[in-house]
T-cell receptor, first 114, second 111 residues
């Protein structure tokens, strides 16, 4: 099985930077996803990390350390529209039983204040 | 543009009734998934399918069933709805690299 932990809520000011941490314990790890979910809407894909290191996509960056079971999502130059829940999800090593399945954390609610 | 749709978007039903939630995708993805989302639990996998005629149980499958007769559709059936099944239900599909794309969700209330 897998255990995925992320903070419940974080608050930051418009224009600031926020880092959302995600730690995981898994019996077989393949990659880690970050999704964004606005209230009342579907999750939307943000990033996917398989290898160690930092992946940058505009204002959003995601980091992975496989040896430490740790990832973070970095949101820079925060905007009001970034107020949302951010979901960390891991995918297991490809076996017949696990292929394509995601295990989600409970999500981190980010509140951006003026 | 390819998309994934769910219907109905909102449903109110009574305890004991059978309910079917529809999911339709035009991505031509082989993999399809059903999740439920409740406060404090995140997204939990109910059932999933790797292709036509293939169905598998997820971590919270009791009281639910699915069938896959074609690539595009994976309907979710609640055999006898219970109040504990009040939730928001999301359907998702994926192709290569595991990236899942989600439908808009169905809010189900069981009274």
């Amino acid at each position: 099985g897998q255990n995925i932990d992320q903070p419940t809520e974080m608050t930051a000011t418009e224009g600031a930077i926020v880092q959302i941490n995600c730690t995981y314990q898994t019996s077989g790890f393949n990659g880690l996803f970050w999704y964004q979910q606005h209230a009342g809407e579907a999750p939307t894909f943000l990033s996917y990390n398989v290898l160690d290191g930092l992946e940058e996509k505009g204002r959003f960056s995601s980091f992975l350390s496989r040896s430490k079971g740790y990832s973070y999502l970095l949101l820079k130059e925060l905007q009001m529209k970034d107020s949302a829940s951010y979901l960390c999800a891991v995918t297991q090593a490809m076996t017949t039983d696990s292929w394509g399945k995601l295990q989600f954390g409970a999500g981190t609610q980010v509140v951006v204040t003026p | 543009d390819a998309e994934i749709t769910q219907s109905p978007r909102h449903k109110i039903t009574e305890t004991g009734r059978q309910v079917t939630l529809a999911c339709h995708q035009t991505w031509n993805h082989n993999n399809m998934f059903w999740y439920r989302q409740d406060l404090g639990h995140g997204l939990r996998l109910i059932h999933y399918s790797y292709g036509v005629q293939d169905t598998n149980k997820g971590e919270v499958s009791d009281g639910y069933s699915v069938s896959r007769s074609n690539t595009e559709d994976l309907p979710l059936t609640l055999e006898s709805a219970a109040s504990s099944q009040t939730s928001v239900y999301f359907c998702a599909s994926s192709g290569v690299r595991d990236t899942q794309y989600f439908g808009p969700g169905t809010r189900l209330t069981v009274l």
